[in-house]
């Protein structure tokens, strides 16, 4: 693809005891965003953060803040996130039955919407809100958990994502999350995806943070 890769590493693989340093050495790798994972433990099984997390976050990099609600009941929260310094809010298709709603609400509040879908989802449920979506997130696993790796069959979903945007002309970001690192990142952005989410890639015990950021970056260009 001729569209510019943007790596967002996953505080949820970060070190929390250390976590502004962690930012801010993203930031001087060179990370296009951070990601920021919002478990409820009803939607996910798994408790993480909230916008206390987001606004910490906020004060330590001047990178954009994208939050991943994986929550029951998003329309809750949005203003909370919205207020903590979101950029792009995501929510899940699975978890509401006013998703057109919930979509105008975000982008009233100034902030990216994004809509993410697991694995089981088909792309064509997401056709009539395309129009008010800035962001297609695509879970390469099942979420919930960090670490885990790439369902190989979500790269076709990719292919079909970047097939409908072509067709309808829409210059909706491509994202995916999941399993993405230096053998699978390549893979995804062939398959169309422009924004990468990396998690235990980036933030791990070989390497920098900084180094990750770079070796992400070199697989996901094919060098």
């Known amino acids: 693809m001729s569209e510019t890769i943007h790596i967002g590493p996953s505080i949820l693989s970060a070190d929390f005891t250390r976590l502004g340093q962690q930012l801010s050495d993203a930031e001087a790798g060179g990370a296009d ?7 409820d433990g009803r939607f996910v099984p798994n408790i993480s953060m909230g916008p206390l997390v987001v606004e910490a976050a906020r004060r330590a990099t001047t990178l ?4 991943h609600l994986m929550m029951v009941e998003p329309e809750n929260m949005l203003s ?23 979509l105008t609400q975000i982008k009233a509040l100034g902030c990216r919407a994004g809509i993410a879908i697991n694995p089981h989802t088909p792309v064509g449920v997401l056709t009539e809100i395309l129009s008010l979506v800035d962001v297609i997130l695509i879970m390469t696993v099942n979420p919930g958990f960090g670490g885990q790796s790439l369902i190989p069959q979500t790269l076709d979903k990719i292919r079909q994502t970047r097939a409908l945007l072509r067709r309808m002309q829409l210059p909706t970001d491509l994202m995916v999350d999941g399993g993405i690192n230096e053998s699978t990142a390549a893979a995804a952005v062939e398959a169309g995806a422009n924004m ?9 015990s070989q390497y920098s943070v900084q180094e990750g950021i770079a070796r992400l970056r070199n697989a996901a260009l094919g060098k």
Not at 34 to 39: G, L
Not at 81 to 99: P, V
Not at 196 to 204: D, E, P, T
């Open 80 to 102: 909370a996130f919205a207020k903590a310094g979101a950029a792009t809010i995501h929510i899940h298709w699975e978890t509401g039955f006013h998703i057109h709603r919930t």
């Open 33 to 39: 965003y951070i990601h920021i994972d919002v478990m």
């Open 196 to 204: 990468l989410v990396g998690g235990s890639a980036v933030y791990n």
């Open 64 to 67: 954009p803040l994208d939050v």
